[in-house]
């Protein structure tokens, strides 16, 4: 069974930063794509940020230029770094990764359970 394990959020003030990390843990072969979503009160969950196991990136227009979206493909993580932060940022943050396991011939997509990112104004 693969897991994903998110960690980092929190409160904090406009203009401040936070550093999200998804682990992926089980029995896993490889990771394509890796990405973070959220999801803020009364709003559907939303793109935030994607990787591909190459390292290409693509990022929702409202967070380009101030979150970066890494991955250590030897730790099976993702993180997401997020700069400049605003209160429109506020959302429960998913990690979202397609896994191809050990007795599998396909790649399943996970999602971690989230975390919160408060930003207060």
């Known amino acids: 069974q693969v897991q994903l394990v998110e960690s980092g959020g929190g409160l904090v003030q406009a203009g401040g930063s936070l550093r999200l990390s998804c682990a992926a843990s089980?029995?896993?072969?490889?990771?394509?794509?890796m990405g973070w979503y959220r999801q803020a009160p009364g709003k559907q969950r939303e793109l935030v940020a994607i990787?591909?196991?190459?390292?290409?990136?693509n990022y929702r227009a409202s967070v380009k230029g101030r979150f970066t979206i890494s991955r250590d493909n030897a730790k099976n993580t993702v993180y997401l770094q997020m700069n400049s932060l605003k209160p429109e940022d506020t959302a429960v943050y998913y990690c979202?990764?397609?896994?191809?396991?050990?007795?599998?011939?396909?790649?399943?997509?996970?999602w971690g359970q989230g975390t919160q990112v408060t930003v207060s104004s």
């Open positions: 979202n990764a397609d896994v191809r396991g050990v007795t599998a011939y396909r790649y399943t997509n996970y």
């Open positions: 089980g029995s896993i072969v490889s990771i394509s794509a």
């Open positions: 990787i591909t196991s190459g390292g290409s990136t």
